[in-house]
């Protein structure tokens, strides 16, 4: 009988056909396909493919009806976000459907791939909790007792010696009479030790990626590497490009250069995007990138909006005020003039997610075993139906 319905989460996943994690694999599932729960304990569950093959999987490797629409949803909202820069990898990148390291991940980001970067977020860092079993305890065998050990008589044991007397001078060493011998003030008390605070939590920089296929999902920042020519990024001086954008094209005889806009970090794990951002044009006179417009010390976030539809090219930055609201400064770029034409207040939108409150969840070990079993099913068909 089947307790619900589930879908794969990783991109490939092996169903085992016993509970141990050294069984054998009994099938492998691809992400996306729908399987029928049967049983789970603890943590780990028994489905049945399409197919009509069982086997065991940890729960944590599934998602619900709820979250597989979610994972759609962000899917088809995220294809209208604006591209913040193309990046690449240098070695296979796994895409997570949350910003997570413990939650699934469905598909990869191969060797030198590219992806576009559509979003970010700080998240904590959580660790998987493995399952394991745990290991049986030795006993050590008793000995049986022969015949004449069983036949002999138990001894009682010897009387136990007197008390010690006590010494003559006892009245001199009771507590009145010590205070008046020796009256030096007891110690004060010592102060109670300041509490330890507690360790910070550790957190990673994530980035929403889109795929050429569409497929969104994400991953962690640090492997990911902006694609802007070397010529441009050879100025980053240990900062980290977080966006780039072309603004317009030069003609240096037979070469075509394009001007950049980028907006770079100097220490990540903040909460917003970037700290700095620097428009670069190229020189005919030098033949080289110099510097049209910087400005360091800032507190911007991410959609980062370049319109170069019109004979002038424009861009728009939300960056932070004096105030602590959010603006959307809109800037112009006219030969090797950056000029600002417009300021207004930023209503910020959060990034989208897919759902995390109706995900698969083990019963309570506590529960009683009368109704265990009828409380995992209650349990199930709620978050299924």
């Known amino acids: 009988m089947s307790l619900g319905d589930a879908y794969i989460g990783p991109s490939t996943l092996n169903l085992r056909r016993e509970l141990p994690a050294k069984s054998a694999v009994a099938t492998t599932a691809k992400h996306g396909d729908k399987v029928q729960i049967l049983e789970y304990r603890h943590r780990i569950v028994r489905v049945r493919t399409e197919s009509g093959v069982e086997g065991w999987t940890d729960m944590r490797q599934l998602l619900t009806p709820a979250q597989m629409d979610g994972l759609r949803q962000m899917a088809e909202t995220a294809a209208q976000y604006p591209s913040q820069g193309t990046a690449t990898v240098f070695e296979a990148l796994n895409v997570h459907t949350e910003a997570n390291r413990a939650s699934p991940s469905f598909w990869q980001i191969p060797e030198n791939g590219k992806v576009e970067v559509i979003g970010h977020t700080l998240a904590p860092r959580t660790q998987r909790v493995e399952t394991f079993e ?3 305890v030795k006993r050590t065998p008793t000995r049986r007792k022969t015949k004449q050990q069983a ?17 003559d001078n006892w009245t001199a060493l009771s507590l009145p009479n010590r205070q008046s011998i020796d009256p030096t003030p007891a110690d004060p008390p010592k102060p109670a030790p300041a509490p330890v605070p507690a360790p910070p939590v550790p957190m990673d920089d994530w980035s929403l990626v889109r795929a050429p296929g569409g497929k969104v999902g994400w991953v962690l920042t640090r492997p990911l590497n902006m694609a802007i020519p070397d010529e441009v990024a050879q100025y980053a001086e240990g900062h980290r490009i977080t966006s780039y954008f072309a603004l317009g094209q030069v003609h240096d005889h037979d070469d075509v250069k394009s001007n950049w806009l980028w907006t770079t970090i100097n220490k990540g ?8 951002f620097r428009v670069f044009v190229w020189s005919l006179k030098h033949h080289r990138y110099e ?20 004979s002038v090219p424009r861009f728009a930055l939300v960056l932070e005020g004096d105030d602590g609201h959010l603006y959307r400064k809109m800037y112009t770029f006219e030969g090797f003039r950056i000029r600002m034409v417009g300021k207004e207040r930023y209503q910020a939108t959060p990034v989208v997610e897919m759902p995390k409150t109706a995900g698969l ?6 529960a009683p075993k009368h109704s ?7 349990r199930l068909r709620h978050l299924f139906r």
């Open 134 to 136: 745990p290991a049986p």
């Open 372 to 378: 265990w079993y009828a409380g995992a099913k209650e």
């Open 151 to 167: 036949t002999q008589p138990k001894l009682p044991p010897p009387p136990r010696p007197p008390a010690p007397k006590p010494p």
């Open 269 to 276: 794990l903040q909460p917003y995007e970037f700290d700095s």
């Open 361 to 366: 969840e083990a019963p309570p070990e506590a």
């Open 291 to 310: 510097t049209a417009y910087i400005e360091r010390d800032v507190v911007g976030h991410f959609p980062i909006q370049v319109d170069n539809s019109a």
